[in-house]
């Protein structure tokens, strides 16, 4: 699977208003290549065998100049988007439905992708709000029984981009080593190499309220759980389930499962919805969701949360948790390139547990900026980053990292418990 990249200068010098958004990049465009992918039949007198998907020729066109040619599965088009890589093994499905990749291309390590197919069971939300998938080598067959299609039937028919055959690993380290990348992917040979990179350039996702266009637009009561072996509703109270309102900001599917399955009666509400509705319902606790995009960039949300603290228990996971991060007087900032994946350790500060856990960000609460009496519950093992909060007097809890998994591991979800044990403790103190 090793790919070699092989690397041509083509050497001509930008004009000035293209020149690099960030310092320290090359200024020439650099074309880069995967070896293509032979496939031998050992029968077929060629050797080579047709691939059962329709090919285009692809580019995707970073911010830094390089170009790397690709083969496309999906659907054409030109779309510009930060790109991301993730280590999960498997779960594509869940990652193109997981909404808070809106804005995002993202590019998957594992080197072959699509062996299970796709499936009606896997859906994190509606839709795919991601902005394209970048792999290595689109598998040849599927082979699950719980697939229904492939994944390039599955991307074409919800409009969204898929290159393959293009070196990963080597983009993986770019990104590593400078930071994740604004670039354009494209199949239409009509535009130039110039203009994609110049599209690239003038765009950027930092300053953009991406919740509001992936949010419910109107409240809606929630009701589907996990597998019965998964149901953990041993904490109702006098038979009747707290009361839990979700505001969505791009909410994850198995976060609402997950909740119901401890137990609780859920209503998801729209991102704009008014804190003094939510407070009319008379929830027992209040959860904000993971969603896209930078967390500085939606104060309306930031005030939402404001309002609601200390008046009911509240619980952040990923945006969530930044919104929370920012109102309790903290600040969060955009990390070099980011979690996105399931083997990413996290010390539970309280217990001195260390979980292995589902994460997709790119933000994060500076703990500097917290004031006194927050706690920094969780820490990511791999950078020393805030991984999850606490403040007491406020009844407030949150995780920067996914307890849902989907995918991921499942080592987290004892936090769904902890939030249900929140609400009783705030309900028997009342
Ligand atoms: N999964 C999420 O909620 C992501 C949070 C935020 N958009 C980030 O990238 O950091």
Redesign the pocket.
């Known amino acids: 699977m090793a790919a070699t990249t092989m690397t041509t200068t083509l050497g001509f010098v930008l004009p000035t208003s293209l020149s690099p958004r960030r310092g320290g990049f090359r200024v020439s465009v650099i074309r880069c290549s995967a070896s293509p992918l032979t496939l031998s039949t050992g029968s077929a007198a060629s050797g080579v065998v047709e691939k059962p998907w329709s090919t285009y020729d692809a580019r995707l066109v970073l911010e830094d100049g390089s170009i790397w040619p690709a083969k496309s599965f999906g659907a054409p088009g030109t779309r510009v988007a930060e790109l991301v890589f993730n280590t999960s093994l498997t779960g594509y499905q869940e990652i193109l439905t997981d909404p808070?990749y809106a804005g995002q291309f993202v590019l998957m390590t594992n080197p072959q992708i699509g062996n299970t197919g796709v499936n009606l069971d896997d859906e994190e939300s509606e839709q795919c709000f991601l902005a394209g998938l970048v792999i290595r080598s689109l598998s040849i067959s599927t082979s699950n029984w719980r697939c229904t299609k492939t994944l390039a039937d599955y991307l074409t028919e919800r409009n969204l981009m898929g290159i393959y055959d293009l070196d990963t690993r080597a983009i993986t380290r770019r990104l590593r080593e400078e930071g994740s990348l604004n670039g354009v992917l494209s199949t239409e040979q009509t535009k130039t190499d110039e203009e994609l990179l110049h599209m690239s350039r003038s765009w950027d996702i930092v300053g953009i309220d991406l919740i509001s266009d992936v949010s419910c637009k109107s409240p809606y009561e929630w009701v589907d759980k996990t597998d019965p072996e998964w149901d953990f509703n041993t904490n109702t109270r006098d038979g009747k389930p707290y009361r839990v309102i979700a505001y969505d900001f791009g909410i994850k599917h198995n976060i609402l499962r997950r909740l119901s399955s401890y137990g609780c009666q859920i209503t998801v509400v729209p991102s704009t919805f008014p804190a003094s509705e939510a407070l009319k319902m008379n929830p027992d606790g209040i959860l904000f969701s993971?969603?896209?995009?930078d967390?500085s960039a939606v104060p309306y949300a930031v005030e939402t949360v404001k309002e609601l603290l200390g008046k009911v228990p509240v619980y952040g996971i990923?945006?969530g948790h930044?919104l929370l991060g920012q109102a309790l007087g903290g600040k969060t900032f955009k990390m070099k390139f980011?979690h996105h994946g399931g083997n990413h350790p996290v010390r539970n500060n309280r217990t001195g547990q260390v979980e292995i856990s589902a994460q997709?960000?790119?933000?994060a609460v500076d703990p500097t900026s917290l004031p006194g009496g927050v706690e920094v519950t969780h820490v990511n093992l791999n950078d020393g980053s805030c991984a999850g909060l606490s403040f007491p007097a406020m009844n407030v809890m949150s995780l920067q990292y996914h307890p849902e998994a989907s995918p991921g591991p499942h080592d987290s979800d004892n936090a769904f418990r902890e939030f249900i044990e929140l609400m009783k403790r705030s309900k028997q103190s009342s």
């Not at 993971?290 to 995009?293: A, D």
């Not at 997709?360 to 933000?363: A, G, I, S």
């Open positions: 808070s993971n969603g896209p995009g967390p990923c945006m930044q980011g997709n960000h790119n933000y």
